[in-house]
Structure formats: C-alpha cells, structure tokens
C-alpha cells in the first residue's frame, strides 16, 4: 500500500522527467521512494512453527528522501552520534545566511562546503581566543539543511557545541559566554572570502553590496538553551536525517494540487498552502544532496582522537553501547519507529521465522542451493 507522497509522484513522474530534467541523484531517490515496499522488487517470507501462518514482508529502499525509510534512518545515525557525545552540556546554534547568497548555493552545490568550513572556523577561533597557548578544542556537529518549514530554499547550519574545550595540558575547561557579535561578523567575514575564493572576482561586488547591507553580520542564534545530554539527543534526532515533509503535514491530494501545513517562525501560526503538484514535486526534489555528500560532519575533538578524549566520560558508556548495538536490529528498529513487532504472528502471537528470500521475484536461497551443488 502507497502512502500520499508516492502517489503524489507516481501521479507525475513524466511530469518530473521530461519537464523538471532532474539531476541524476533525484531520479535515484525518486525511483527508490516509489518503489519502496514494493513486493515486486523482493522481500522475504516468513513463517509461524506454531500454527503455520505465512507473511510477507517487502523489502525497503533505505532513501532518506522516503518518509518511512528516513525515521529508521534517523534513529540508527542518532544513535551513533550520541556515542560520540561528552557528558556536558551542548549549545545548539544555528547558522544562516542572506537570501542575497541563496542562489549561488542552489546553482552551485559545492559551495555548501564552504558552509561547513566556515562554521568550523569560526567556532575553533572562538575557543582558541579564551587561551593561545592552551588551543582549548570542542567537540560539535554541524547538520546542514536546505529548506525551512515552507520548504522552500534556505540552506543554513545546525550546529551542536559543547560549553567547554579539551587543552594542550588542561583536560576540560568550561565555557558559558558565547561572544554573539564576534560569531556574527566572523561567520559573515569567513564565509565571504570561502565564496569569493571558489566563485571569482565576479562575486567581488555582491561581496561588497552583503557587507554594506549586512553590516551587523549574519545571523547566528547562539542562545544558552541548557541542553544536558538527554535533550541534546532529542535535538540531534530532530535535525538529522528526516524527510523534507512529513506526510501528516499533507493535508489534502487531488491529483492536480497538493495542501500542506507548516507553523510559522515568525508567530507560531499554523499556514496552509495550496499549490500545483508539480510546484510541490520541485520544493521537495531541491533538496535532495548530491550523491555521497556528507550533511552530517564531525568536528574538533569529535573529529578525531585528542590527547584528553580518554580522559572525558561519554553519554553512553562503550559497555552500553554494546548492549544497544545487539539490540538494534531490523525487528526492534521497526517496533521503535512504527511501533508494532513486524515478526509477531498476527493468529497466535509467537515469533516466526525466516522462510525464503526473494529479489526482484526470484528465489536467494534457491540459487545459493544451485550455486553451492546442493541441487
């Protein structure tokens, strides 16, 4: 069964092909999304050994862009990245730029490396301020998004600093002040000489118009928001890894438009947008990255191995996280995420098993029979 954003696009993949000419990347996660859960394209049979029951259960296509496969996805990647975690307290902030610049990164999708370069050394260069000498380093994340809540175009950073850095000889030193002004004119400065060193002198003059209009910098929201580890979990989970749209925000399909909701940054009021289903197709296939670009990057001490990292306690000890990691397969993902065991017997409620494996209609362990001679 299809859920509405598959029918939306199959509604319109001519549409999507011959008029839009997407990039290969997009075609790539539109056919995988499509064809998620499609029985044709291979699944596995399962048995009950109490009453015999059969089901099946069809493979996933394990695209970001698919609503379903995107939460399983953001749950195994948050995982991971909250066993990188000290235990402190972490700064959300969020890094933005002018519309002014919005364009150039849509043209051109290497830029947004630039962003990411950009957010780092700022942030290395405001905890190497508080000691020369000592170079104290935090430990952040930097999750890049492209679209805000009316899915539009907007990259901007999402970044998660720890309140403390690891020294040349001092293990940890906490740092609450976050200096708003020097964040603000160092991202503007930084990002604008990155920009202008890829692009050319041609971006010499929107250079100088971003500075005289921009003159207080760009804005970060840098904010003391208190996060301990748990909470900082919860806020990876929320910015890693999700689907452009979620599908209780459709509203309404009717094979020509789509409506959609979202609450507004402004006043936190709910707006409902009609547009054609083609418009929608393009806000969400914009935001599809390029094939192997990385939207989720480590840095300073959770980059790499530093000389205090043995001496920092983690939010997840290596003993529990083994003990989830045993735990995280694709039965209890299911149940975390849909919340329903997919191998409970739905007659009498016993664990089945495995019985076959099929690709694309054909039987895996009757070839590996043929291949291994067992007949």
């Known amino acids: 069964m299809s859920n509405i954003l598959q029918t939306i696009f199959l509604d319109h993949y001519e549409h999507l092909i011959y008029e839009l000419h997407p990039r290969t990347s997009v075609i790539e996660n539109v056919n995988k999304m499509i064809h998620c859960g499609d029985p044709s394209f291979g699944g596995a049979f399962f048995a009950c050994p109490?009453?015999?029951?059969?089901?099946?259960?069809?493979?996933?296509?394990?695209?970001?862009?698919?609503?379903?496969?995107?939460?399983?996805y953001n749950l195994q990647r948050s995982f991971h990245m909250s066993c990188k975690l000290i235990r402190c307290v972490h700064r959300h902030c969020v890094f933005t730029i002018p519309k002014e610049l919005r364009t150039f990164f849509l043209n051109d999708r290497s830029?947004?490396?630039?962003?990411?370069?950009?957010?780092?050394?700022?942030?290395?260069?405001?905890?190497?301020?508080?000691?020369?000498?000592?170079n104290f380093t935090p430990g952040f994340i930097c999750v890049l998004h492209t679209f805000g809540r009316d899915l539009k175009w907007n990259p901007h950073i999402h970044a998660l600093i720890s309140e403390g850095g690891a020294g040349n000889s001092i293990v940890w030193r906490p740092?609450?002040?976050?200096?708003?002004?020097?964040l603000r004119n160092a991202f503007r400065k930084v990002l604008l000489e990155r920009l202008t060193n890829s692009i050319g002198k041609s971006f010499i003059p929107v250079k100088n118009k971003i500075y005289k209009d921009h003159a207080d910098g760009f804005y970060v929201r840098a904010k003391p928001n208190l996060c301990t580890p748990d909470v900082t979990i919860k806020y990876i989970s929320r910015y890693l890894g999700r689907p452009v749209i979620a599908t209780s925000r459709i509203d309404h399909y009717d094979g020509e438009s789509v409506t959609f909701h979202y609450t507004r940054h402004e006043d936190n009021k709910t707006v409902s947008e009609c547009i054609p289903a083609l418009d929608f197709i393009k806000r969400l296939i914009v935001h599809i990255s390029e094939k192997h670009f990385k939207m989720l990057r480590y840095?300073?001490?959770?980059?790499?191995?530093?000389?205090q990292e043995q001496k920092l306690y983690k939010c997840i000890s290596s003993e529990k996280k083994r003990f989830i990691l045993r735990h995280m397969n694709w039965q209890n993902l299911i149940f975390l995420t849909f919340g329903y065991?997919?191998?409970?017997?739905?007659?009498?409620?016993?664990?089945?098993?495995?019985l076959e494996v099929y690709h694309k209609k054909t039987v895996l362990f009757e070839q590996y029979r043929k291949a291994m001679g067992y007949g």
């Open 50 to 72: 109490d009453c015999g029951e059969l089901k099946f259960v069809p493979f996933r296509c394990k695209s970001r862009f698919c609503p379903t496969c995107g939460n399983k």
């Open 111 to 134: 830029l947004l490396n630039c962003l990411f370069h950009s957010v780092r050394d700022v942030v290395l260069r405001t905890f190497y301020k508080q000691n020369k000498s000592e």
């Open 175 to 182: 740092m609450k002040h976050f200096d708003y002004t020097f």
């Open 299 to 307: 840095y300073g001490i959770y980059a790499k191995h530093h000389k």
């Open 341 to 354: 065991d997919p191998l409970k017997c739905p007659k009498c409620g016993s664990s089945m098993l495995v």
